[in-house]
């Protein structure tokens, strides 16, 4: 109960997911799962039984439920009853496995949307599909590492750009531009000129004249007694 408070919590004060589920396979899987934890988020789902995957038994660090099966096509089904909607994440045509994830999806008639790193949507089309369905609890899926290598990478960057705070997700740049260095004026010199000399723009012969025409005219000359 308090799991599924804490989802409709996050949905009403965000409108964006709170919980993220998948399978566990390498790939698109683990990176949904591994954004999730860097966002903070829950995460969770159902993997076949033996946490089995391509690479062996599926790191304990991911908190996921066994099936009573080893077999694939059971986990994928759970995970797509249990969940709000499905986010498919692909590069270049879609493997069999993501195929039947949304077969699976349209036939449980809950929203379902596909992202191609080839061409992605902007994060915040993406952001804005999640709104309008108000989904609390999204399943993540897409091929594993095998068949599309870098697929883990290329998807974790992604998904934290779509499910992160406004500005990481909502499109804003990777990187701030960097900033142009502000024109220094020169500081005027807190002392003033001692004694009248004679500012730097003005020549020495122009400074000597006006000496000259500044000095007392002589007075007469002395008397002798």
Do not use: F
Request: hydrophobic share 35%.
């Amino acid at each position: 109960m308090a799991v599924v408070m804490a989802v409709v919590m996050a949905v009403v004060m965000t409108g964006l997911p709170a919980r993220i589920v998948s399978g566990g396979q390498t790939g698109v899987d683990r990176a949904a799962l591994d954004a999730a934890a860097d966002l903070g988020l829950g995460r969770g789902g159902w993997c076949p039984r033996g946490r089995r995957a391509e690479d062996g038994p599926i790191p304990r660090r991911y908190e996921l439920r066994e099936a009573p099966v080893a077999d694939y096509a059971v986990r994928t089904r759970l995970n797509v009853r249990d969940s709000d909607a499905t986010l498919v994440v692909v590069k270049g045509a879609a493997d069999p496995g993501t195929r039947l994830t949304m077969r699976l999806a349209r036939a449980s008639r809950r929203p379902l949307r596909v992202v191609d790193l080839d061409r992605p949507p902007p994060p915040p089309a993406v952001r804005a599909w999640l709104r309008r369905h108000r989904v609390g609890t999204l399943n993540v899926a897409g091929p594993r590492e095998s068949r599309c290598p870098g697929i883990h990478a290329a998807a974790l960057a992604y998904l934290t750009r779509v499910l992160g705070p406004g500005g990481a997700a909502g499109g804003a740049p990777l990187s701030s531009p960097p900033r142009t260095p502000a024109k220094k004026t020169p500081a005027r010199s807190r002392h003033p000129r001692v004694g009248g000399g004679p500012p730097a723009a003005e020549g020495a012969s122009r400074w000597r004249k006006r000496s000259a025409d500044d000095r007392p005219a002589p007075g007469p000359p002395p008397t002798r007694g």
